[in-house]
């Protein structure tokens, strides 16, 4: 037990050792040296919206907006209501040529995502499954003490179960939706999935697409909720960690 | 009344069938002649706005469209607004074409439409006219220049040599290009046709295009070739239409060689700017108080490559808080250019009290006509600050960074939406239909059952004795009969073994054996004798008194 807890603690010393030494890299400017490192804890299976946000800034240092935008909206899908990395976003898309419609949520829209987001659509879904129990529980309460309150304290678990459904469901849409960015200065939107099809229109780097389907070499897109098309997988690259 | 149905029918049917919804192919002529257009559309009724691609059909081309269009209109009360996709399409050879039917989802419902055969002839046309065998079209994409400077913009014209200056082009595939930035100019003199020469031999020459390319990649980069669909018309002396001959045309690769801008007289300032530009430099105050933050407005106009210009670079030195600026375009890409303005906002949080300088800010920018660098500074600025609290993040950099080693991992493996997820979310349901359905056996035991029948026999005979009447010549019988009916019930005999004489062996207590020997004793005497209505009432208190004394007991 002593040589597990001792591996561990090598690890953590180890990882640590690693981030900071890809930060000191970062402040200093060395940024291929960054790169390289955030790249390397990335591969080490580390999700993390700070190493994708230090990442996003080292590639919009080189001025590589594509890369950039790709790892800020992936730090975003870990760390959805993150004001830094949001500004980080909002400053990029002003450098993108193509400017599709942002939606922006507003009062009780925006009251329900902060709350959606405070906490994972894992404790969401835990809450909705204890919510759930309670309806059972109530049911059986109310037969056995033939309390009248017990039974109305039915629906207010069943609506509670409802609502953290629902968080749980956006929240994990959020994080799973299939989104690509374009990482080719220039892409052709093609008609049909052969680019011998006509072209419908043309894209530009970092620019997000949603996935709507996809086979070996192209994906069906949907740009700006409105326009679909096919595209090269080769120029784009995918937001979800896989 | 019959009438009535019959109107009111009609109507509903007419409203219902005013909202049918219909999704249909067609096209606008068939038999078609080959290589000739036509128009394939899509058209649903009364379910939203179309969007889809015509199916893929092995000979079909398609050369033009998507074609929108939306209108409603209203023919004797009905309704009906139609949306519709159309597409110019074209069969390459003669024979017999099936366009598939397709599928598509609008508000949630699925609408199919029907397919189509297309009888595809012999064109007649097409036979070549006579001097116009052999005949080529050539594209070229020509560039200003090719030996460019790495962010130096560079005009792509698209370009065709044409025998004839009857053509349109169908279809043109612009290719992807990984060197840099390209995009579409406004051109308004496209397609003018002028004589020029190609490979040594007379031709038309239409300029149809032109592109703004930057390249942003040292070194040799390609352009590759542009792919076109073009069609000729050819007419006789008279103006007839004789021919249709349509070309399938490629250009070149184009070949450019990007050299970095290494020269001695480059300033150390220089970012990326490439072109003619001016600037100007702003503060929108002098004076800061309580931490107020100064914006620093600086705008570059000009021409060259304002797209992707990078702010310029600013000692800002160890007095100011900088934040990342604010980058906003305002350009156009026109024939001759990208012209416009580009504006960097920086917010500038002073960190101390005190007077400081912002010493001048210095712009350069290489002139690719003149090859020369230029220089641009901006005078120093004065800043007062008054009332700062140091209460700011600090950094080396004007971009915030995490500088921390505990870092948030957050797992990619999911419990939600896994089938245990699933299994745990029905099982309280399915336990809440259990408890329903089995309330009965669960809760309810024979004791109960005996109990809820008890409760039930007293409310029972309490309403009898409430509807009974002192004026009915019958309210004695009646009274006797529900009240040997509730002690029946209530101690579970046969109601012909209740009688006076078996009231003792009936009730324990001798004030129940008592007092309903009494009440029957003076039944018994209301139905022999004339009694007044006053006693009636009170044998009938009596009664129901009695009732409650045998169920307290």
């Given at each position: 037990?002593k040589?597990?807890?001792?591996?561990?603690?090598?690890?953590?010393?180890?990882?640590?050792?690693?981030?900071?030494?890809?930060?000191?890299?970062?402040?200093?400017?060395?940024?291929?040296?960054?790169?390289?490192?955030y790249?390397k804890?990335?591969?080490?299976?580390?999700h993390?919206?700070?190493?994708y946000?230090?990442?996003?800034?080292?590639?919009?240092r080189?001025?590589?907006?594509?890369?950039?935008?790709?790892?800020?909206?992936?730090?975003?899908?870990?760390?959805?209501?993150?004001?830094?990395?949001q500004?980080?976003?909002?400053?990029?898309?002003?450098?993108t040529?193509?400017?599709?419609d942002?939606?922006?949520n507003?009062?009780?829209l925006?009251?329900?995502r902060?709350?959606q987001?405070?906490?994972?659509?894992?404790?969401?879904?835990?809450?909705?499954?204890?919510?759930?129990?309670?309806?059972?529980?109530?049911?059986?309460?109310?037969?056995k003490?033939?309390?009248?309150l017990?039974?109305?304290?039915?629906?207010i678990?069943l609506?509670?179960?409802?609502?953290?459904?629902?968080?749980?469901?956006?929240?994990?849409?959020?994080?799973?939706?299939?989104?690509?960015?374009?990482?080719n200065?220039?892409?052709?939107?093609?008609?049909?999935?052969n680019?011998?099809s006509?072209?419908?229109f043309?894209?530009?780097?970092?620019?997000?697409?949603?996935?709507?389907?996809?086979?070996?070499?192209?994906?069906?897109?949907?740009y700006?909720?409105?326009?679909?098309?096919?595209?090269?997988?080769?120029h784009?690259?995918?937001?979800?960690?896989? | 009344?019959?009438?009535?149905t019959?109107?009111?029918?009609?109507?509903?049917?007419?409203s219902?069938?005013?909202?049918?919804?219909?999704?249909?192919?067609?096209?606008?002529?068939n038999p078609?002649?080959?290589?000739?257009?036509?128009?394939?559309?899509?058209?649903?009724?009364?379910?939203?706005?179309?969007?889809?691609?015509?199916?893929?059909?092995?000979?079909?081309?398609?050369?033009?469209?998507?074609?929108?269009s939306?209108y409603?209109?209203?023919?004797?009360?009905?309704s009906?607004?139609?949306?519709?996709?159309?597409?110019?399409?074209?069969?390459m050879?003669?024979?017999?074409?099936?366009?598939?039917?397709?599928?598509?989802?609008?508000?949630?419902?699925?609408y199919?439409?029907?397919?189509?055969?297309?009888?595809?002839?012999?064109?007649?046309?097409?036979?070549?006219?006579k001097?116009?065998?052999?005949?080529?079209?050539?594209?070229?994409?020509?560039?200003n220049?090719?030996?460019?400077?790495?962010?130096?913009?560079?005009?792509?014209?698209?370009?065709?040599?044409?025998?004839?200056?009857?053509?349109?082009?169908?279809?043109?595939?612009?290719?992807?290009?990984?060197?840099?930035?390209?995009?579409?100019?406004?051109?308004?003199?496209?397609?003018?046709?002028?004589?020029?020469?190609?490979?040594?031999?007379?031709?038309?020459?239409?300029?149809?295009k032109?592109?703004?390319?930057?390249?942003?990649?040292?070194?040799?980069?390609?352009?590759?070739?542009?792919?076109c669909?073009v069609?000729?018309?050819?007419?006789?002396?008279?103006?007839?239409?004789?021919?249709?001959?349509?070309?399938?045309a490629?250009?070149?690769?184009?070949?450019?060689?990007?050299?970095?801008?290494?020269s001695?007289?480059?300033?150390?300032?220089?970012?990326?700017?490439?072109?003619?530009?001016?600037?100007?430099?702003?503060?929108?105050?002098?004076?800061?108080?309580?931490?107020?933050?100064?914006?620093?407005?600086?705008?570059?106009?000009g021409?060259?490559?304002?797209?992707l210009?990078s702010?310029?670079?600013i000692?800002?030195?160890n007095?100011?808080?900088?934040?990342?600026?604010?980058?906003?375009?305002?350009?156009?890409?026109?024939?001759?250019?990208?012209?416009?303005?580009?504006?960097?906002?920086?917010n500038?949080?002073?960190?101390?009290n005190?007077?400081?300088?912002i010493?001048?800010?210095?712009?350069?920018?290489?002139?690719?006509?003149?090859?020369?660098?230029?220089?641009l500074?901006?005078?120093?600025?004065?800043?007062?600050?008054?009332?700062?609290?140091?209460?700011?993040?600090?950094?080396?950099?004007?971009?915030?960074?995490?500088?921390?080693?505990?870092?948030?991992?957050?797992?990619?493996?999911?419990?939600?939406?896994?089938?245990?997820y699933?299994?745990?979310t029905?099982?309280?349901?399915?336990?809440?239909?259990?408890?329903?359905f089995?309330r009965?056996?669960?809760?309810?035991?024979?004791?109960?059952?005996?109990?809820?029948?008890?409760?039930?026999?007293?409310?029972?005979?309490?309403?009898?004795?409430?509807?009974l009447?002192?004026?009915?010549?019958?309210?004695?019988?009646?009274l006797?009969?529900?009240?040997?009916?509730?002690?029946?019930h209530?101690?579970?005999?046969?109601i012909?073994n209740i009688?006076?004489?078996n009231?003792?062996?009936?009730?324990?207590?001798?004030?129940?054996?008592?007092q309903?020997?009494?009440?029957?004793?003076?039944?018994?005497?209301?139905?022999?004798a004339?009694?007044?209505?006053?006693?009636?009432?009170?044998?009938?208190?009596?009664?129901?008194?009695?009732?409650?004394?045998?169920?307290?007991?």
């Amino acid at each position: 037990m002593k040589w597990i807890s001792y591996i561990l603690f090598s690890f953590s010393i180890a990882f640590a050792q690693s981030i900071d030494e890809a930060n000191q890299f970062l402040k200093s400017n060395e940024l291929d040296k960054a790169i390289a490192s955030y790249e390397k804890i990335i591969l080490g299976g580390v999700h993390s919206h700070q190493v994708y946000y230090n990442l996003g800034i080292a590639y919009e240092r080189k001025n590589k907006i594509g890369l950039a935008i790709l790892n800020f909206e992936k730090a975003n899908r870990l760390s959805p209501d993150n004001d830094l990395i949001q500004n980080q976003l909002d400053n990029l898309r002003l450098k993108t040529i193509d400017k599709p419609d942002i939606i922006i949520n507003t009062g009780i829209l925006k009251l329900f995502r902060k709350i959606q987001f405070s906490i994972s659509y894992e404790i969401w879904g835990i809450f909705s499954i204890i919510f759930f129990f309670c309806i059972p529980l109530s049911i059986f309460l109310t037969y056995k003490s033939k309390s009248r309150l017990i039974f109305w304290s039915t629906f207010i678990w069943l609506s509670f179960g409802i609502l953290c459904f629902s968080f749980a469901r956006n929240s994990y849409t959020h994080y799973t939706k299939k989104e690509v960015i374009i990482i080719n200065p220039t892409i052709n939107i093609y008609s049909e999935s052969n680019t011998e099809s006509s072209i419908l229109f043309t894209l530009h780097e970092g620019t997000k697409l949603e996935v709507i389907s996809e086979n070996d070499k192209m994906l069906e897109i949907l740009y700006n909720f409105k326009q679909k098309g096919w595209i090269q997988n080769k120029h784009v690259q995918n937001i979800n960690f896989e | 009344m019959k009438k009535h149905t019959v109107i009111l029918f009609f109507l509903l049917y007419n409203s219902f069938f005013s909202f049918s919804q219909k999704f249909t192919a067609l096209v606008n002529q068939n038999p078609v002649k080959a290589n000739e257009q036509l128009i394939l559309a899509y058209r649903i009724e009364n379910a939203g706005n179309l969007n889809l691609n015509p199916p893929k059909v092995d000979g079909m081309k398609v050369v033009g469209g998507p074609y929108v269009s939306n209108y409603s209109s209203s023919v004797n009360g009905v309704s009906t607004s139609t949306s519709e996709i159309s597409f110019s399409i074209m069969f390459m050879k003669e024979g017999t074409y099936n366009i598939p039917p397709i599928t598509v989802a609008n508000k949630g419902k699925k609408y199919t439409c029907n397919s189509l055969t297309i009888q595809v002839k012999k064109n007649d046309v097409q036979i070549i006219p006579k001097g116009y065998e052999g005949k080529e079209i050539y594209v070229e994409v020509i560039p200003n220049k090719k030996k460019v400077k790495i962010g130096e913009p560079v005009a792509l014209d698209l370009t065709i040599f044409t025998f004839t200056g009857n053509l349109e082009v169908l279809d043109l595939k612009i290719p992807e290009f990984d060197g840099g930035w390209v995009q579409e100019a406004r051109f308004p003199l496209a397609g003018q046709v002028s004589l020029s020469s190609y490979k040594g031999k007379p031709y038309f020459k239409a300029t149809f295009k032109r592109y703004w390319m930057i390249p942003n990649r040292l070194g040799k980069i390609n352009y590759d070739p542009v792919k076109c669909n073009v069609m000729t018309h050819i007419y006789n002396n008279r103006r007839e239409e004789i021919a249709q001959l349509p070309f399938d045309a490629n250009s070149d690769t184009v070949k450019f060689v990007v050299e970095d801008l290494v020269s001695e007289t480059k300033p150390k300032s220089y970012q990326n700017a490439v072109g003619d530009f001016e600037w100007s430099v702003k503060l929108n105050k002098t004076n800061s108080k309580n931490n107020e933050p100064i914006i620093l407005k600086i705008t570059v106009k000009g021409k060259g490559n304002l797209p992707l210009l990078s702010p310029p670079s600013i000692d800002w030195g160890n007095e100011f808080e900088i934040f990342k600026p604010k980058i906003s375009d305002d350009y156009y890409i026109a024939y001759d250019g990208i012209e416009g303005e580009k504006t960097f906002e920086y917010n500038i949080a002073p960190k101390k009290n005190g007077d400081f300088k912002i010493n001048p800010i210095l712009f350069s920018y290489y002139n690719d006509d003149e090859n020369k660098f230029y220089e641009l500074a901006s005078d120093s600025f004065n800043i007062h600050v008054e009332g700062a609290t140091e209460n700011f993040v600090t950094s080396n950099s004007s971009t915030p960074i995490f500088d921390n080693s505990k870092l948030t991992n957050i797992k990619t493996s999911s419990f939600f939406n896994s089938l245990i997820y699933y299994i745990l979310t029905i099982i309280p349901f399915v336990l809440t239909f259990f408890i329903f359905f089995f309330r009965k056996r669960i809760f309810f035991t024979p004791t109960n059952m005996i109990d809820k029948n008890k409760k039930l026999a007293y409310q029972l005979v309490m309403r009898k004795m409430n509807e009974l009447n002192t004026l009915d010549k019958d309210f004695s019988s009646n009274l006797s009969k529900i009240l040997k009916e509730y002690i029946a019930h209530k101690f579970g005999l046969n109601i012909n073994n209740i009688y006076k004489a078996n009231l003792k062996t009936i009730f324990n207590q001798e004030e129940l054996q008592n007092q309903s020997k009494q009440i029957f004793d003076e039944i018994e005497l209301t139905q022999f004798a004339p009694t007044s209505n006053e006693n009636l009432n009170e044998l009938l208190n009596k009664s129901k008194k009695l009732i409650e004394m045998i169920e307290n007991t």
